[in-house]
């Protein structure tokens, strides 16, 4: 027993950022376990026995607002993490973390934290989909993007806040920025979505490239002269490769398949 807590003191007190101890949900990693073990429960169980002799919500107000916080909170992010060092003082290179108590580190390690919360935020999404009863969209992709997204954001915050690994948060957030804008326009009407129907298949083709320049540049780590540590190639790279086999397979069975 005590040799599990010795490693556990090792990996989630030692290695971590002493900065981000005391922020919320941060001191330990049975926060975001809870929080997924929760949502797979809500997503798989609860919600669809809820749902089972209801008729499916409409939404179309309450989607349209979240929809347009998206939009606002992604373009804060994109600020907040670009002038906290992408337009000061980093390079696209390895670029490591800052874990001192310096005002710029610091403040970029709050918007990597904030970006773990906009990941718990995007969970509710699932439960849109369930209370409109739109079960094919609550897909393996689906899920299994948002529960590890969220958890890889928890890992960020917690052991690495800053340095070259933040690029994907502004890629990732501008992604959003188009995506949560075509879902705005569409929740406008039928006419409107007949008019976006085109840009479906091209903005999962922008994820995909999203997703490859991502592992591109995170691939850097694993260089010799690189020395941002390796365990965070080791987290990043499966999930990225992950993603994109998924949004690959489903790029091939919704678009390529039907224009065949």
């Known amino acids: 027993m005590s040799a599990i807590k010795a490693f556990y ?3 989630f007190v030692e290695l971590a950022d002493h900065r981000v101890n005391n922020w919320p949900l941060m001191s330990t990693p049975l926060y975001p376990t809870a929080l997924i073990i929760l949502y797979l429960y809500i997503v798989y169980k609860a919600l669809p026995a809820y749902m089972a002799k209801r008729k499916a919500y409409n939404l179309k107000t309450v989607l349209a607002i979240y929809n347009m916080f998206q939009v606002i909170a992604c373009v804060l992010l994109i600020y ?3 002038t906290s060092g992408w337009i000061t003082r980093y390079s696209l290179g390895c670029e490591l973390c800052d874990f001192s108590e310096d005002k710029m580190a610091v403040r970029m390690a709050g918007y990597v934290w904030w970006t773990m919360m906009l990941k718990i935020i995007e969970l509710i999404e699932t439960l849109f989909f369930t209370l409109r009863k739109k079960y094919n969209q609550v897909t393996v992709l689906h899920v299994y993007h948002h529960a590890s997204t969220f958890a890889v954001a928890w890992l960020a915050v917690k052991f690495y806040p800053g340095g070259m690994l933040t690029l994907n948060i502004i890629l990732n957030c501008f992604i959003h920025v188009l ?6 326009l569409s929740s406008l009407g039928p006419k409107m ?4 129907e085109t840009l479906k298949p091209k903005l999962t083709a922008v994820q995909l490239i999203q997703l490859f320049v991502m592992f591109i540049h995170t691939l850097q780590i694993l260089a010799p002269t690189c020395k941002v540590p390796k365990i965070a190639a080791i987290i990043h790279l499966p999930n990225i490769i992950i993603n994109i086999t998924f949004f690959v397979d489903f790029y091939k069975q919704n678009y390529l398949k039907k224009v065949n």
């Open 193 to 196: 979505q007949k008019r976006l």
């Open 80 to 82: 907040g993490v670009a």
């Open 179 to 184: 995506m949560y804008t075509y879902y705005f």
């Open 9 to 11: 003191e090792y990996i």
